[in-house]
């Protein structure tokens, strides 16, 4: 069975690219992220390239001596370029309608579709343990093409990190909540 495990970054001071990760988010990353994939005979690990998604996983990444590699598809979903100050209300707005854009912004669907596109190519790989570290908001959107309850007030009550994992079996895929 092929396992593709969805990791949210842990604890950041920021919401930047390079925003790092705070004391308590390194220190998770070091302990509670190894911790949960040692043993689990990971192939591969693809991350965002923002800083806080690369540092979450690369104390597993050296003690594993397994390669990060970067893809642009797993960045954080941009709501918007302009400074929106009901962006919370406006990005519930977006869990409800799915082509809903603001400017400079992505919709949900072309969030989504980038994402399941990077899922459908690993479902292909040899690879049968791989690891992809995101952020929350494109996290929580694939997760709902796989679990249809889950929605903007399962994304408010994500916590950093997160972890999810898809079993891909012949029948389908599974999605569990494992951290």
């Given at each position: 069975?092929?396992k593709?495990?969805?990791?949210?970054h842990?604890?950041?001071?920021?919401?930047?690219p390079e925003s790092?990760?705070t004391?308590?988010?390194?220190?998770?990353?070091s302990?509670?992220i190894?911790?949960?994939?040692?043993?689990?005979?990971?192939e591969?690990?693809?991350?965002?390239?923002?800083l806080?998604?690369?540092d979450?996983i690369k104390p597993?990444?050296?003690?594993?001596?397994?390669e990060i590699?970067?893809?642009?598809r797993?960045?954080?979903?941009?709501?918007?370029?302009?400074?929106?100050e009901?962006?919370l209300?406006k990005?519930?707005e977006?869990?409800?309608d799915l082509?809903?854009?603001?400017?400079?912004?992505?919709?949900?669907s072309e969030?989504?579709k980038?994402g399941?596109?990077?899922?459908?190519?690993?479902?292909?790989?040899?690879?049968?343990?791989?690891?992809l570290v995101?952020?929350?908001?494109l996290?929580?959107?694939i997760?709902?093409?796989?679990n249809?309850?889950?929605?903007?007030?399962?994304?408010?009550?994500?916590?950093?990190?997160?972890?999810?994992?898809?079993?891909v079996?012949q029948?389908?895929?599974?999605?569990?909540?494992l951290l």
């Amino acid at each position: 069975m092929k396992k593709i495990y969805l990791v949210r970054h842990c604890k950041a001071v920021g919401q930047q690219p390079e925003s790092p990760l705070t004391e308590e988010g390194s220190k998770d990353a070091s302990s509670l992220i190894v911790d949960f994939f040692m043993g689990k005979r990971i192939e591969k690990i693809i991350s965002s390239p923002y800083l806080r998604a690369i540092d979450t996983i690369k104390p597993y990444s050296i003690i594993s001596n397994t390669e990060i590699k970067i893809d642009e598809r797993l960045m954080e979903r941009v709501l918007s370029t302009s400074n929106l100050e009901d962006w919370l209300i406006k990005l519930e707005e977006t869990y409800e309608d799915l082509e809903l854009k603001f400017e400079g912004g992505e919709s949900s669907s072309e969030a989504i579709k980038r994402g399941i596109q990077l899922i459908n190519e690993i479902v292909e790989m040899r690879e049968n343990n791989v690891i992809l570290v995101t952020h929350g908001a494109l996290l929580s959107l694939i997760i709902m093409q796989y679990n249809q309850t889950f929605g903007f007030k399962d994304w408010q009550a994500m916590k950093n990190p997160e972890i999810y994992c898809l079993e891909v079996e012949q029948n389908g895929i599974r999605l569990n909540h494992l951290l």
